[in-house]
């Protein structure tokens, strides 16, 4: 693990919302996340560039000479990418890849740790050709012939009513996958099966959401065990501002139990209701760096992904873990009868295990400290009480706006 991975894991399992200067500390944090520009940086280092980490043309010649031996054309924007707040489309960082030379291990790490992302979806033709590709070892040119000898993606909603292909059976076949022939006959048989993707994590978020969400359900409960351990604790005082949301009709809307999991008052639920969305609150907010702001759950997600809508990776693997942890605590809290059990570390590691595991079954790299999303989450697993911690930690949120 290197330093910088080390330092944000430290500061996961040390800080705490008790802290003197808690607020302050969880602005360090935020000021502390690399970027794109500074993940590149690293990653040219770590590959070769020997020059000083500031020298931009130096890493731009760099990076030019990499994409022009490895015959894979120049990113016309290139010349933007090491300027502060700057990213690459996806495509790119596969072209990125290609010039490097990366394996398939290389490749989601390199998606992992500098672009922040999922990296092949093999329900995309054009990446199901890259994945073949980089498994083995032909260069970007060999893959661009290929993907223009097939048809184009035209995403869709799955046909429930046919045969669902699911990525892991594409990957298995251009596994054992003898020829670029082979490759393109068995892409061109499946066409209309390649016109959705991520149905194993959507069919999770929607088993999810069913049991937070249904009657009498785990919002429902979790939101009775909250009200009487503040009660009974004479945490609940007269002011709205601690009047928290809870779902107590059995049917309460999606923004409600939104509202509940994310642990809002009253009076910040009625500030945003109207468009039932708090993204103007996370635009440019201190203590949520770009990389978390982006695609960060929201009601519409929700609904459209419990929907089978197509939506962005990024949208589907951060609601995933925002779910997977409501629901693993939350269902502690109502097995306890209290929203103030004390937490064990065994229960951390279990909850961390539980959302890898999910998140590898479906495709997406596994929770990673240098992604400031993710780091929310495996903050909060450190505390006594990870659900009130990561609630606390959005309400800072809210006073940093």
Not at 105 to 111: A, I, K, L, R
Not at 217 to 235: M, R, T, V
Not at 260 to 272: C, P
Not at 377 to 382: R, S
Request: charged content about 30%.
């Amino acid at each position: 693990m290197d330093y910088y991975t080390q330092m944000l894991d430290d500061e996961a399992a040390t800080l705490s919302p008790d802290d003197e200067d808690y607020e302050e500390k969880l602005l360090d944090v935020a000021r502390s996340f690399r970027t794109f520009s500074e993940a590149l940086t690293q990653f040219v280092c770590d590959n070769g560039f020997e020059c000083a980490v500031d020298d931009t043309d130096g890493k731009l010649a760099f990076l030019k000479s990499k994409f022009k031996s490895a015959k894979v054309p120049v990113p016309r924007e290139i010349d933007e990418w090491f300027v502060s707040g700057k990213t690459i489309k996806r495509d790119t960082a596969f072209q990125l890849c290609f010039a490097f030379g990366l394996n398939v291990g290389q490749t989601n790490e390199f998606f992992k740790k500098v672009w922040f992302g999922r990296s092949f979806d093999c329900h995309s033709i054009r990446e199901a050709v890259y994945y073949y590709c980089i498994r083995n070892g032909m260069s970007y040119e060999k893959a661009t012939d290929i993907i223009s000898r097939l048809p184009k993606d035209n995403k869709g909603k799955v046909d429930k009513e046919k045969d669902v292909l699911y990525t892991g059976k594409i990957v298995d076949f251009i596994n054992s996958a003898k020829s670029e022939d082979e490759l393109i006959d068995y892409i061109s048989e499946h066409y209309e099966q390649f016109g959705y993707n991520n149905v194993t994590a959507k069919e999770h978020i929607q088993q999810l959401w069913n049991d937070i969400s249904r009657d009498n359900g785990l919002a429902y409960k979790e939101g009775i065990a909250f009200d009487k351990s503040h009660n009974q604790y004479h945490l609940k005082s007269e002011s709205a501002d601690d009047d928290y949301v809870i779902a107590p009709d059995k049917n309460a809307s999606t923004w409600v139990i939104y509202a509940q999991i994310l642990g809002l008052d009253k009076r910040q639920s009625d500030e945003f209701k109207t468009n039932r969305s708090i993204k103007p609150l996370l635009e440019n907010n201190s203590l949520l760096p770009s990389l978390a702001q982006a695609s960060f759950p929201d009601r519409d997600g929700i609904e459209k992904i419990t929907h089978g809508q197509h939506v962005s990776h990024e949208r589907i693997r951060k609601l995933m873990i925002l779910l997977e942890f409501y629901t693993y605590w939350a269902r502690l809290i109502v097995e306890k009868k209290s929203s103030h059990f004390k937490s064990k570390i065994i229960d951390a590691e279990r909850c961390v295990d539980k959302i890898n595991r999910y998140l590898l079954d479906c495709g997406y790299p596994e929770l990673y400290a240098g992604n400031p999303y993710d780091w929310i989450f495996l903050w909060a697993v450190n505390d006594a009480n990870p659900l009130s911690a990561f609630r606390e930690y959005m309400r800072e949120i809210f006073a940093a706006e």
